[in-house]
C-alpha cells in the first residue's frame, strides 16, 4: 500500500498569521518544526495501519518548507517546484492507493485560518460547478479521476467541516480552532501529533484504489479583488469573463481544469503591484 501525503503549511500545528508561512523570515523558521511533525505523525500512524510506502508531496508556496533531515526515515519526500500537478503530484502514476491532505485550510472568501485558494490575497472566490470550492475540493476531484481516495485531512476545524463535502469517510482531525482569519485557539505539538498519528492509522484502511471517476465537465469561476487582474486571467486560451471582476472556464476534466487554474493563477500572480494590488 502506498500512500501520499500532500503537505500544506497553513492549516499546520501553531499557525496563524502570514509571517508563520512566509519562507524566510525568523517565524516561519519557528512553525517549520511544528509542520514537520504534523507530517511525521501522518507518515507514523499510516505505516502502522499498514502501508507499505509513503510519499510526502511538499505543497506549500515554495514547496520547500518541510525539513528533510527531520522526516521519517521510512518516507520520501518530493520538494520543490515546478510540478505538473503541483499539490498532488505524485498521484498520476498509478500507484497511490490513498491520498491524505495534511495542513490543509479553507478556501477563498471563507472563514477559516489564512483561508485562501492558491494566492495569499487577490482572490475573493473560486466556484467549481457553482459550488464555493477549497483547494481541498479541487485537488479531490483531480485525485478521484485516478481512482485515488482523500483518507485523512488535517488543519483547522473549519477544514475539517469543509472536508465532509469532499471525503466524507475521510477522519478529519483539527489541530487548531478558528477565531479569525489570524487567530485560532491552538493544541500543542505533542496532541495534536497524537491525534494525527492515531487518525492516520485509522485512515490506512481507506487507501484503497477505485475505479477512476469521470465527474466532467466542470466549470470553474474565479473572483478577484481588481478587475485588472481578471483581464489577466482572459490571457489564458478558454478563460473568459463572466462578469465584474470575474472569469471562468470548462474543462472536460479536472486534471486539465487544474493545470488552467495553474496559469490562472501564475498571469494573475505577475499582474499584482505592490501597493495597490
Not at 23 to 29: A, D, F, L, T
Not at 124 to 129: C, K, M, S
Not at 148 to 160: A, E, F, N, R
Request: proline share 4%.
Amino acid at each position: 500500500m502506498k500512500v501520499l501525503i500532500s503537505a500544506d503549511m497553513e492549516g499546520a500545528t501553531g499557525v496563524t498569521w502570514p509571517a508563520d508561512v512566509l519562507p524566510g523570515g525568523p517565524q516561519w523558521e519557528r512553525c517549520r518544526p511544528m509542520f514537520t511533525s504534523d507530517v511525521n505523525a501522518a507518515i507514523e500512524g499510516f505505516f502502522a495501519g499498514g502501508a507499505d510506502e509513503v510519499l510526502v508531496n511538499e505543497a506549500h508556496w515554495t514547496m520547500r518548507n518541510l525539513l528533510l533531515e527531520r522526516l521519517d526515515d521510512r518516507a520520501e519526500m518530493l520538494t520543490g517546484r515546478h510540478k505538473s500537478l503541483s499539490m498532488v503530484e505524485g498521484v498520476q502514476h498509478g500507484d497511490v492507493d490513498g491520498i491524505a491532505f495534511v495542513g490543509y485550510h479553507t478556501g477563498a472568501g471563507a472563514e477559516g485560518v489564512l483561508a485562501h485558494t492558491y494566492l495569499a490575497n487577490s482572490i475573493t472566490g473560486v466556484w467549481l460547478n457553482g459550488v464555493r470550492a477549497s483547494e481541498g475540493l479541487l485537488n479531490a476531484h483531480v485525485v478521484a479521476e485516478f481512482g485515488v481516495p482523500v483518507v485523512l485531512v488535517t488543519g483547522d476545524d473549519k477544514t475539517v467541516e469543509d472536508a465532509k463535502g469532499y471525503a466524507p469517510a475521510a477522519p478529519g482531525v483539527a489541530v487548531k480552532d478558528y477565531v479569525s482569519r489570524y487567530a485560532a485557539v491552538c493544541r500543542t505539538p505533542a496532541r495534536t501529533a497524537a491525534d494525527i498519528r492515531a487518525a492516520a492509522t485509522e485512515a490506512a484502511a481507506l487507501a484503497v484504489r477505485t475505479e477512476p471517476v469521470r465527474g466532467g465537465p466542470f466549470t470553474v469561476e474565479l473572483e478577484f479583488d481588481a478587475e485588472h487582474l481578471a483581464g489577466a486571467a482572459t490571457v489564458v486560451p478558454g478563460v473568459a469573463p463572466a462578469g465584474e471582476r470575474r472569469v471562468a472556464y470548462t474543462t472536460e476534466t479536472m486534471y486539465e481544469g487544474i493545470r488552467c487554474f495553474k496559469a490562472v493563477t501564475t498571469l494573475v500572480s505577475a499582474a499584482v503591484e505592490e501597493q495597490y494590488g
